[in-house]
């Protein structure tokens, strides 16, 4: 069996990590399959420690990536699969190339793709031109794929309401990084003090900038409640390649809009990431918009208490293990953080409700792609090649 792996459009964030930890994982499960990743260049993926039956096809981005990007999925990649002699691809960057000379499995993971209008605009996400061509493309493309992969019974639910769907719908969940579990313990610079640190409450908010993540909101609330008297503190890890909004929230940061309630720590790679988690007190999550956050489990794994949105996204995955609080209300999260405290009873118990709420969806990486796989293969096993 011969796979292409489309994973070019997963340049950042979870769904670079989750492909990282697929493509170190799938062709060690499926020995006797060959593999061929396309992937984008300068996102660490060369990096990995490959199987033999792997090879990566390293694309650089390209000036007007997202019109490039059109012409790549649907004039190269299928010359690609005809060259590979590939029997099935598997696109989990949410859109691909229209039609392939083999079977197509495709991946959701962008939820603006499936909320509704009513439910974008309440997170702040514009319903632009650009979306509305990717939602028209998106409808295309479950036209002529032969299944589609979601990770929650929500997003399932969503895509049913508001697409034509006539294929089989898979659920695969995830799990926080395999590096996470494995990595060296480093001591970042603003970690060192971090014991003797003069804020009994601090926060971690690990995020990339978009709209939907409801930053501006958390650093306003978080002053708040510092300015009410209570001694707490906000980590964000944010980059200044992250675009405009983003480089002006850094700036105001450094420049004391927040006081020294709010701390940008920057990007945190995977060896620093229990480091981090090990250094705060509890992970606070205002996000408006989420397909399906692996923030939730991490937060589970090291034990650190949850303070989430109430939306049914985060009580798919937290159930009980978390505090949760109307993320569009400043009163309501003010709420949340003033009534946190970490030696209590309360969050001593989220914290043992997180463990189990965990272990309900702690599928090991290798699990995982054995679901991958016996949705690959058995696809072939039904419908003839194109």
């Given at each position: 069996?011969?796979?292409?792996?489309?994973?070019?459009?997963?340049?950042?964030?979870?769904?670079?990590?989750?492909?990282?930890?697929?493509?170190?994982?799938?062709?060690?499960?499926?020995?006797?399959?060959?593999?061929?990743?396309?992937?984008?260049?300068?996102?660490?993926?060369?990096?990995?420690?490959?199987?033999?039956?792997?090879?990566?096809?390293?694309?650089?981005?390209?000036?007007?990536?997202?019109?490039?990007?059109?012409?790549?999925?649907?004039?190269?990649?299928?010359?690609?699969?005809?060259?590979?002699?590939?029997?099935?691809?598997?696109?989990?960057c949410n859109n691909g190339p229209l039609r392939v000379p083999c079977r197509h499995v495709l991946m959701l993971r962008r939820p603006q793709l499936a909320y509704s209008?009513?439910?974008?605009?309440?997170?702040?996400?514009?319903?632009?031109?650009?979306?509305?061509?990717?939602?028209?493309?998106?409808?295309?493309?479950l036209s002529n794929v032969d299944a589609l992969i979601v990770q929650t019974n929500l997003m399932k639910n969503l895509v049913e309401s508001r697409y034509k769907i006539?294929?089989?719908?898979?659920?695969?969940?995830?799990?926080?990084?395999?590096?996470?579990?494995?990595?060296?313990?480093?001591?970042?610079?603003?970690?060192?003090?971090?014991?003797?640190?003069?804020?009994?409450?601090?926060?971690?908010?690990?995020?990339?900038?978009?709209?939907?993540?409801?930053?501006?909101?958390?650093?306003?609330?978080?002053?708040?409640?510092?300015?009410?008297?209570?001694?707490?503190?906000?980590?964000?890890?944010?980059?200044?390649?992250?675009?405009?909004?983003?480089?002006?929230?850094?700036?105001?940061?450094?420049?004391?809009?927040?006081?020294?309630?709010?701390?940008?720590?920057?990007?945190?790679?995977?060896?620093?990431?229990?480091?981090?988690?090990?250094?705060?007190?509890?992970?606070?999550?205002?996000?408006?918009?989420?397909?399906?956050?692996?923030?939730?489990?991490?937060?589970?794994?090291?034990?650190?208490?949850?303070?989430?949105?109430?939306?049914?996204?985060?009580?798919?995955?937290?159930?009980?293990?978390?505090?949760?609080?109307?993320?569009?209300?400043?009163?309501?999260?003010?709420?949340?953080?003033?009534?946190?405290?970490?030696s209590s009873e309360i969050s001593i118990s989220l914290i043992q409700k997180g463990i189990k709420q965990f272990d309900k969806f702690n599928v090991a990486w290798d699990?995982?792609?054995?679901?991958?796989?016996?949705?690959?293969?058995?696809?072939?096993?039904?419908?003839?090649?194109?």
């Amino acid at each position: 069996m011969k796979v292409v792996l489309n994973f070019l459009g997963l340049r950042v964030g979870g769904g670079r990590t989750d492909a990282i930890n697929i493509l170190f994982s799938l062709p060690r499960v499926a020995k006797n399959y060959k593999f061929l990743a396309i992937v984008p260049s300068g996102c660490g993926y060369d990096k990995i420690e490959l199987s033999n039956n792997c090879e990566l096809l390293i694309i650089p981005p390209r000036k007007f990536n997202d019109i490039w990007r059109l012409y790549f999925d649907n004039l190269i990649i299928p010359k690609i699969c005809k060259h590979f002699q590939a029997n099935i691809i598997f696109t989990m960057c949410n859109n691909g190339p229209l039609r392939v000379p083999c079977r197509h499995v495709l991946m959701l993971r962008r939820p603006q793709l499936a909320y509704s209008d009513k439910e974008l605009k309440e997170a702040k996400v514009k319903i632009s031109l650009k979306l509305k061509f990717l939602r028209w493309y998106f409808q295309k493309l479950l036209s002529n794929v032969d299944a589609l992969i979601v990770q929650t019974n929500l997003m399932k639910n969503l895509v049913e309401s508001r697409y034509k769907i006539d294929i089989p719908q898979f659920i695969v969940g995830k799990n926080i990084s395999q590096g996470f579990k494995t990595s060296t313990k480093i001591q970042l610079s603003h970690l060192k003090n971090n014991k003797k640190r003069e804020s009994p409450k601090t926060f971690l908010y690990l995020t990339q900038y978009y709209p939907h993540k409801n930053l501006e909101l958390a650093c306003e609330t978080m002053l708040k409640v510092y300015e009410s008297g209570q001694n707490v503190s906000l980590w964000l890890t944010l980059s200044s390649s992250e675009g405009p909004a983003c480089d002006r929230l850094i700036e105001e940061i450094r420049n004391g809009k927040y006081k020294k309630v709010v701390k940008n720590i920057g990007h945190v790679g995977l060896s620093q990431i229990e480091s981090v988690y090990e250094a705060v007190d509890a992970v606070f999550m205002p996000t408006l918009l989420e397909s399906y956050s692996a923030t939730f489990l991490e937060a589970m794994a090291y034990k650190k208490p949850l303070l989430v949105s109430d939306r049914e996204f985060a009580r798919e995955i937290c159930g009980d293990a978390a505090f949760y609080f109307d993320p569009l209300s400043i009163d309501s999260m003010i709420d949340a953080i003033s009534n946190f405290n970490p030696s209590s009873e309360i969050s001593i118990s989220l914290i043992q409700k997180g463990i189990k709420q965990f272990d309900k969806f702690n599928v090991a990486w290798d699990e995982l792609c054995k679901q991958y796989i016996k949705i690959l293969s058995g696809h072939l096993k039904h419908r003839k090649l194109k």
